[in-house]
């Protein structure tokens, strides 16, 4: 009588803690996790570099802030620093991940391959480092077409043009990039705190 007891007072809580439903943390954390990894697909290559760079000014600005979070409006709005942060970790691997694709075409079509960034005035939208990205990860040096040669000195200009890219103009290319603000990639990033 007592085993039997015993084997049914394990099976009933076994029962009991695999019908068992997570907390309420653990519920709402994953489904926003999902709806930003969703989010983050949708954006584009060039959208996901323009998010990166709101993201990494209005870092930069929470660590020279002084005067507190009214300092630190970026594209219209106020990002806190651990927000950007954030969001800069979110956004890189889907922007490698999307540059390498990128790559992928330069590799395969390089005398027919256009770069999508005007490249004459990268440094006017702080476009460049987004050029040197894909560049840099068609891994170049690699290749042996004529058209790589081109290619190859495109980017050291999209470098140099990139290095040139103060912090203050980086401040200035984010207040045309507004569409950050009311996108649905910072209010996943808001409920993902």
Request: net charge neutral.
């Amino acid at each position: 009588m007592k085993s039997s007891l015993l084997f049914a007072w394990v099976v009933g809580l076994a029962l009991l803690t695999s019908c068992q439903t997570p907390d309420r943390g653990e519920r709402a954390e994953r489904p926003t996790a999902d709806k930003l990894e969703e989010t983050l697909s949708r954006l584009s290559l060039r959208e996901l570099d323009q998010a990166a760079l709101v993201f990494r000014v209005a870092f930069d600005k929470s660590l020279e802030s002084w005067q507190g979070p009214g300092d630190l409006v970026v594209a219209g709005c106020s990002i806190p620093g651990g927000l950007a942060e954030n969001g800069l970790a979110e956004v890189r691997p889907w922007l490698d991940r999307r540059a390498t694709e990128e790559a992928r075409r330069v590799v395969e079509a390089p005398k027919t391959y256009k770069l999508p960034i005007d490249e004459e005035n990268c440094a006017k939208d702080c476009s460049c480092g987004l050029g040197l990205r894909i560049l840099e990860a068609a891994e170049l040096d690699k290749q042996s077409h004529s058209r790589v040669k081109d290619l190859k000195r495109l980017r050291t200009t999209l470098e140099s043009r990139a290095e040139l890219i103060s912090s203050e103009r980086a401040e200035f290319c984010t207040e045309s990039l507004t569409w950050v603000c009311s996108s649905e990639l910072l209010k996943q990033l808001r409920q993902k705190k």
